[in-house]
């Protein structure tokens, strides 16, 4: 072999870039330098977030983007915990992601040493595998086995934490065995047998539904679920995290459903006999009360993790494994077939509830229209709140990989980061952040990032200087008592961002709405514009009852 | 329902707590845990009794195989398996109950494994209602400490975890 000696720092930075790593989103600090060292002599990019939560929500967005493993790096102790909220985020939208600490030396790990914390502790319920490195020699083997980990079965992020001592040690690499991973064998293929008793299922249905789930995107199982709806006639409704999973102006697709659903998208989960439920684990948001959850139909549920079958909701036809293969061989059986009178239920229904947000004056709705004319396959970054709901409706997206948000931890903040590393990933698309006043302030600081990095993006933050969703609780459960949801005298965000280095432009006429649009989309650099509602209105329809059927709209 | 799972599982730093972790953070309920080697080398096995329904029980087990280092988790019958639990009890014993309480030994095939004077650490090993029923017992008497293993459990017939 007469392989050179190198330390653990070295063999991670060329292990990663073995792998294909090309962008790193971390801040460093002093348990990582010896890995910044070494990143110096890379080909690596490392992007420079201003805090570490802004760097592992880049590299999600990133991931989302992409289709690849995002790769983001902190320091120990604080810089380890303030990853937490981002890996908790992509834990729970299944997002692939390698999260790199540095740890205190090991003979000081359990002295409560300077900036030492038990990250690996802290982020087992967040992480699908975290590792501590115990000696350099592991570092070339594990840095793989995360890779792997993240961007198989069902995705998500792991964590590697090393210790200073660790990057520093000088090692002989060796072909070192390994034992295989005995306990990790996901399930890919579809078992046959369910798969035409899905078939048949399908063909028996008088009134069926696809309920299509962020698990599409994460399969890359778009096209092929086109060719499947082409072919049978099947209506799709989406969850929020599946919104891009089917180009939203397809006729047969029928919007949002759940919590804050389309009438028509509830109507079609309550009334259907078969619902094809494709990578959702039924969460809570889409399903609304779970006792009277599409009580009339049979549920097919495909899902790559058996543990979600029959978790929230019974399924009645399981089929374990990766959503591509399956609706590859659904599509290839199912026989054509035309659903007509379902159909039309579906179009009357939808026809007597259309959307009710008002289309003029400085409002949500009215503001995404005209983007929307103005800019008609960007990539759709939101942050978390009223404007997130409202964009899910009010912004159709017919690309793939075109709607990236926080759907399960519900994440403020998430937004702005994401499509910096949303950008990054896919520097030739237009990439759009729609934020609102309390998201955009949590994470504005990664607006200096976008501006030092030179990746321009363009955020829009929804000005009603208050917390909208908080706000629309209020007035729904709590007798209109806004208890702490107002901020009073707000920011200027377009100050804000001129201070930061970003163009900074407002807008509180209607009038002003398309020329500032036009502007900021043309700044050629990171952009916020401050759009200063005239219409705080709260975001419909929104289920108040015991049923998908209760709703005010 | 008391239901006991099997865990076979990599002998790794943390295991433990992956595994115990597992129960609370998705609000299992963990009555006994026993965990030792195995047979295989670098394998341990855990033996942990929990209650809820049958769908609660299909979920422990469904996430403990998703842990990347769980080999095989799976729901032992209690009809088809032997189970033991493991006691000791240090009771103070006074000489003119001596021989009734030797006779109560033998009966619940306890031994004496230490003797300090007065004081005796007993044994006994069963099923869990056989110690339970020895703890009755021992009741009478002076018992100083006592404690219990978890409860360990293996399947009657060939290997339903390992094709070798």
Request: proline share 5%; hydrophobic share 40%; glycine share 10%.
């Amino acid at each position: 072999m007469g392989k050179a000696k190198l330390s653990g720092a070295k063999a991670l930075v060329r292990t990663l870039e073995s792998l294909g790593v090309e962008i790193i989103f971390g801040y460093p600090g002093g348990a990582t330098l010896p890995i910044y060292d070494e990143l110096a002599k890379s080909s690596i990019r490392h992007v420079l977030a201003r805090h570490e939560q802004g760097a592992a929500h880049m590299a999600d967005g990133y991931a989302r983007a992409t289709g690849k493993t995002g790769v983001c790096m902190a320091t120990s102790g604080p810089g380890a915990t303030n990853l937490v909220t981002g890996l908790a985020n992509a834990y729970m939208d299944s997002s692939p992601l390698v999260a790199i600490t540095g740890q205190v030396p090991r003979p000081m790990i359990g002295n409560d040493a300077f900036q030492e914390v038990d990250i690996t502790g802290i982020t087992i319920p967040i992480t699908k595998h975290n590792y501590l490195l115990q000696e350099a020699a592991e570092v070339p083997h594990s840095v793989q086995e995360a890779f792997f980990l993240a961007s198989t079965g069902r995705k998500g992020p792991v964590l590697l934490d090393i210790p200073r001592d660790v990057q520093m040690e000088i090692f002989a690499p060796h072909q070192a065995k390994y034992p295989p991973l005995e306990g990790y064998r996901p399930t890919v293929e579809g078992h046959p047998g369910q798969i035409k008793r899905a078939v048949s299922l399908l063909k028996s249905a008088e009134k069926p539904v696809i309920i299509a789930g962020g698990g599409i995107s994460l399969a890359a199982a778009r096209e092929i679920l086109v060719r499947l709806v082409d072919k049978t006639e099947v209506p799709v409704v989406y969850t929020l995290m599946g919104k891009a999973s089917i180009p939203n102006s397809h006729p047969l697709c029928f919007g949002l459903m759940g919590y804050h659903g389309r009438v028509e998208a509830n109507h079609a989960i309550s009334h259907a006999d078969v619902i094809l439920a494709l990578g959702t684990r039924f969460g809570d948001r889409s399903t609304g009360p779970i006792s009277t959850f599409a009580k009339q139909a049979k549920i097919i549920h495909v899902d790559i993790d058996p543990a979600e079958i029959s978790k929230n909701v019974p399924s009645y036809l399981p089929i374990v494994g990766d959503a591509a293969q399956i609706l590859e061989q659904l599509a290839a059986l199912a026989p054509a077939a035309k659903h007509g009178p379902w159909l039309e239920e579906l179009r009357q229904v939808a026809g007597q509830h259309p959307l009710r947000g008002k289309a003029t004056g400085v409002s949500i709705p009215n503001i995404l229209r005209i983007l929307r004319d103005l800019e008609d396959d960007p990539i759709i970054v939101t942050d978390v709140g009223r404007h997130q709901i409202f964009t899910a409706h009010y912004f159709p997206v017919d690309s793939g990989r075109s709607f990236i948000t926080s759907g399960g931890l519900g994440t403020m903040g998430f937004g702005t980061p994401a499509a910096i590393g949303a950008k990054v990933g896919q520097p030739d698309r237009v990439v759009i952040d729609i934020s609102g006043d309390g998201s955009f302030m949590m994470t504005c600081q990664e607006v200096a990032s976008a501006v030092t990095e030179e990746i321009p993006v363009v955020i829009l933050v929804m000005n009603d200087y208050c917390l909208g969703m908080i706000k629309q609780l209020q007035d729904a459960f709590y007798g209109k008592r806004h208890e702490s949801c107002r901020f009073g005298r707000n920011v200027d965000f377009a100050r804000l961002a001129e201070s930061m280095g970003a163009a900074g432009f407002r807008l509180s006429d209607e009038a002003e709405i398309a020329p500032v649009l036009k502007k900021a989309l043309a700044a050629g650099r990171t952009a916020v514009v401050d759009c200063v509602l005239d219409d705080p209105a709260n975001v419909y329809p929104m289920v108040t009852g015991s049923s998908l059927l209760e709703y005010v709209e | 329902m008391r239901h006991t799972i099997s865990v076979l599982c990599d002998d790794t730093p943390g295991v433990m707590t992956r595994v115990s972790g597992l129960f609370s953070r998705r609000g299992f309920n963990i009555e006994s845990l026993s965990v030792g080697h195995t047979e295989l080398p670098g394998k341990s096995r855990f033996t942990i009794v929990t209650t809820g329904d049958d769908t609660v029980l299909e979920q422990v087990r469904k996430q403990l195989q998703k842990l990347v280092h769980v080999i095989k988790a799976w729901d032992i019958k209690q009809s088809q398996a032997v189970e033991r639990e493991h006691a000791l009890l240090k009771i103070e014993v006074e000489d003119k109950r001596r021989a009734e309480l030797l006779q109560i030994i033998t009966a619940v095939q306890g031994r004496i494994v230490d003797s300090s004077g007065s004081i005796w650490i007993l044994e006994v090993t069963g099923d869990t209602g056989s110690v339970d029923n020895a703890f009755n017992l021992f009741m009478d008497y002076r018992i100083l400490e006592s404690i219990r293993t978890g409860k360990i459990a293996l399947e009657r017939g060939p290997s339903l975890v390992m094709k070798k």
